[in-house]
């Protein structure tokens, strides 16, 4: 699957990812293997939302699809930036191979 981050919004931290697919399943995969990583579980806040978060997440990070910005990761902290920039990078070349 291919992942490549378009922009990160400075006002409400919104990293905004260019991906194949234009659903769900991108932000779905990537929740996934964040989650599997870290020994937690995947969740949906809000049934029938495109929304998935992890569980004991130590960045509380939201991973959703939105249909005009397409696939999302929402920060809780602005300062966690760089971490999770880094985390969502090294998973992004774990998951490219993959479909």
Known sequence: MYYKINMVTEEDGWIV????DR???PARVLCAS???EL?????QPYEGDAQFMIKGDPYK???QYDY?????????K?????AVIALLERHFEKLKDKR
């Open 23 to 25: 659903d769900s399943e």
């Open 61 to 63: 990070l939201i991973f």
């Open 39 to 43: 020994g937690k579980e995947m969740f």
């Open 78 to 82: 602005l300062e966690d930036k760089d």
């Open 34 to 36: 964040i989650a599997e």
């Open 68 to 76: 005009m910005f397409g696939t999302v990761v929402i920060l809780d």
């Open 17 to 20: 990812l260019d991906t194949d």
